[in-house]
């Protein structure tokens, strides 16, 4: 079955009148079946009450549900230093250093992935949580920040990623596995190997591989936002704002960004004469004087094995360089039963574009020795949007609509600049396109665009001039739903799913249900539980107090009498961001990363807005992840009815 594509126009006049006529609107623009369904009063699948929106110095969660820390930058999880302290590891950052931070939980935690074990079991009781790093928030980590050796070494070793190994006891809870082999830390200073058509490239300034295969680099990761999880068993994670830890660069070493253009080469206002963190004052890696070259090692997708704690991450260069925000998998199979695995991922910035990476056939997409490079051989493609469907455009260097573009003369060419690729071919600049997400129910991709107050020109994927509040849109791959979605695909169909905002506002411009309970503000990050239900992760930022509501976790029906109904489910308190929804694979525990608790303008280590989560006066806010689940019964898929 088709579904054509409704447009914002269409939705808001045909809401007005409906609700004109007394009419309530279920806001849909996918099927006849869901649209325009009126009711005495529309309900939700997701059986709790919304949460009131009130912004707090603690996290809330809905009735009927508990949320419990589970672990909070600082504590040990390195398996010998765990032993070395008896199991005592209270965290006390007055007495932090580099090589102890690297034996404890990064801060700053973003993206979640859950993998059970054993591997490729769906055991919903222990697994291993793979958490990003985002980035270091030094006035929040240090009581006077410095930027001084000391320091600059302590946020390298607090970024890019963790793994601990989690168990579900007798009563529900969560806890971390204590000693667990597998635990682990990735940082700026663990080794990265390079895959795909950019691993040879000199801007990468390699060492050569002594065992064949991936030219190394002593790079790490860094800037890691969303990622995704591979159908092997592996985690991917995004490499976003990069730019930020360089300086000594020339007043002109990159190019202004200009109205109604991507700023290609990863410009910060001229952040790359300063860096944020002070890193290249202690660290030639990040000094351009010296290294000119060094960005190009960062703003790639990072492959990591989580059960094999002594293999070596690789960047996956396939799949192109930008401000990585995701990097959502899903498979499908050829007429012939091959698969072909699909990564969907957005670019982290306004203006930016969307972008699909088809993997060339295998047999088995589930076995993590014969896809170990699958990601270096592939398509990869950008989407070019217009009122009737999306378009994905190849990037292939000397063929398509990129043959003409001469500057791109290799493959390499295109991975290192790939947001020039996308540009030259047309492709549809928006607003900021963060997480993409695949339902495991209808087979659609949902595209969170978090917001571009600053666009003075709207298009058809993004219709709102001066977006403060964002939007999420809804593709469908033909030829139909579920597993029938072809995700290899040239041409989409798409609607809007939602339009963040206050409704009550009439200029506003938001879509949501009539009937829904709560409104959101700048979609972020977003993921599906077994039943198709959209749970939205937002990034409010210090939009939280102009807005008067929390940052947290809002949830809704995408199909039915409820599409669109947004409720709360999940507040996180004052200052934070609450992201990288995880379910595990039964639905009945979500997993969420609570980021910088208690920050805002002319907050700090000694005057944050909250001390969450351990509220004590020697400790500064710090972020953390939560596990959420029944206060009973823990064998029910989260919102499910009794």
């Known amino acids: 079955m ?4 409704r447009h914002l126009s269409d939705l808001v006049t045909e809401r007005r009148s409906l609700l004109k006529a007394g009419g309530l609107l279920a806001v849909s623009a996918a099927s006849p079946v869901t649209f325009g369904a009126l009711l005495p009063r529309a309900k939700s699948s997701l059986a709790y009450a919304s949460l009131p929106q009130v912004i707090g110095l603690d996290h809330e969660v809905a009735h009927g549900y508990r949320a419990r820390v589970l672990i909070s930058w600082g504590d040990l999880i390195d398996p010998k230093a765990l032993r070395e302290s008896g199991g005592k590891s209270r965290f006390n950052p007055t007495k932090l250093d580099a090589e102890g ?50 320091q600059v070494a302590i946020t390298q070793a607090a970024v890019g990623g963790s793994v601990i190994e989690v168990e579900r006891g007798g009563n529900g809870d969560w806890s971390v596995v204590a000693g667990s082999a597998r635990a682990r830390r990735v940082h700026v200073g663990t080794r990265m190997g390079f ?38 068993g592996t985690i991917l994670s995004g490499e976003e704002n990069f730019q930020s830890y360089f300086g000594n660069g020339p007043e002109d070493y990159e190019p202004e960004t200009k109205e109604g253009e991507v700023n290609i080469n990863f410009d910060s206002k001229g952040g790359w004469v300063t860096g944020s963190y002070g890193w290249e004052k202690h660290d030639e890696r990040f ?35 930008m401000k990585h925000e995701g990097a959502t998998t899903t498979v499908t199979r ?149 597993e029938a979605a072809d995700h290899t695909a040239d041409r989409y169909q798409w609607t809007f799913l939602l339009l963040g905002g206050d409704p009550s506002q009439p200029d506003s411009g938001a879509v949501f249900h009539p009937d829904s309970e709560a409104w959101l503000s700048c979609p972020d990050n977003v993921a599906f539980d077994p039943l198709g239900r959209l749970w939205i992760a937002t990034d409010q930022g210090g939009n939280q107090a102009k807005n008067g509501i929390p940052d947290g976790i809002y949830t809704m029906d995408v199909d039915g009498a409820g599409r669109c109904l947004a409720k709360l489910f999940f507040a996180g308190p004052i200052g934070c961001e609450v992201c990288g929804p995880e379910f595990t694979p ?57």
């Open 334 to 482: 050829d007429a012939d039963g091959k698969a072909r695995v699909v990564v969907y991922t957005g670019d982290d910035q306004i203006d930016a574009c969307l972008y699909r990476f088809v993997s060339e056939p295998t047999e088995d997409p589930s076995d993590p020795v014969a896809n170990r490079d699958l990601l270096d051989r592939g398509v990869l493609s950008v989407a070019r949007f217009d009122r009737e469907g999306v378009t994905w455009v190849p990037l292939v260097a000397g063929e398509g609509e990129l043959a003409k573009h001469t500057q791109f003369a290799s493959q390499e060419d295109v991975a290192l600049r790939t947001r020039e690729a996308a540009r030259a071919v047309g492709a549809t600049p928006m607003d900021r396109p963060e997480d993409v997400e695949t339902n495991p129910v209808n087979g659609r991709v949902y595209v969170a665009l978090t917001n571009h107050s600053g666009r003075s020109k709207a298009n058809a994927a993004n219709p709102r001039e001066k977006n403060k509040h964002g939007h999420i849109l809804e593709l469908y791959p033909p030829p139909g739903y579920g």
């Open 2 to 5: 088709t579904h054509p594509a």
């Open 195 to 232: 895959g795909g058509p950019g691993a040879t490239s000199k801007k990468l300034q390699l060492t050569a591989d002594p065992g064949g295969g991936h030219p190394y680099a002593d790079c790490g990761t860094l800037g890691n936002c969303a990622g995704g999880k591979t159908p092997w």
């Open 101 to 150: 931070q690297k034996r404890r939980f990064g801060t700053s935690n973003d993206f979640l992935a859950f993998l059970p074990l054993p591997r490729g079991s769906q055991n919903s009781s222990r697994g291993l949580l793979w958490s990003n790093h985002e980035y270091p928030a030094p006035v929040m980590m240090f009581a006077k920040s410095t930027q001084s050796a000391e």
């Open 287 to 321: 000094d351009l004087s010296k290294n000119s070259d060094g960005p190009c090692r960062y703003g790639w997708v990072v492959e990591v094995d989580p059960y094999s704690p002594g293999s070596i991450p690789v960047k996956r260069t396939a799949l192109g360089r």
């Open 586 to 642: 039964d639905g009945s525990t979500l997993f969420v990363s609570v980021q910088h608790p208690g920050d805002g303008t002319g907050m700090t280590y000694l005057e944050p807005a909250t001390r969450w989560p351990d509220f004590a006066s020697d400790l500064p806010p710090r972020p953390s992840i939560v596990a959420i689940g029944y206060e009973k019964d823990r064998g029910r898929v989260l919102g499910e009815e009794e």
